[in-house]
């Protein structure tokens, strides 16, 4: 299945919007991760591990909207675009989220 963030695809003709399809992927909070990131903010730097774990997610993402887009029925999936964010679950901690969303077609 074609995955794009564009709205239309050179060379191919849409048949049929199938609509929009999400994705959702949370991930809670990890002491050794939070910890190991406010050093980073200490002295500066990138922390690898939030990369890493948002690339995962990002993956994990793109890979639940190709599912739910194939079950329409879709060949591909249009303007995907990716969001990330925080949900707030108390004062001890955030959960991380990542949502893709898109638009399921069919082509010919």
Do not use: H, P, W
Request: hydrophobic share 45%.
């Amino acid at each position: 299945m074609l995955l794009s963030t564009t709205d239309v695809i050179q060379c191919a003709i849409i048949d049929s919007y199938l609509g929009i399809v999400t994705a959702e992927v949370v991930y809670g909070s990890n002491f050794l991760r939070d910890f190991l990131a406010s050093i980073r903010d200490i002295v500066g730097g990138r922390s690898g591990s939030y990369e890493r774990l948002f690339e995962e997610g990002q993956r994990k993402a793109l890979e639940q909207l190709e599912q739910r887009a194939q079950r329409l029925g879709a060949d591909a999936v249009i303007g995907i675009e990716i969001d990330t964010g925080t949900i707030n679950v108390d004062q001890s901690g955030v959960l991380l989220l990542i949502t893709a969303t898109g638009t399921a077609v069919k082509m010919r």
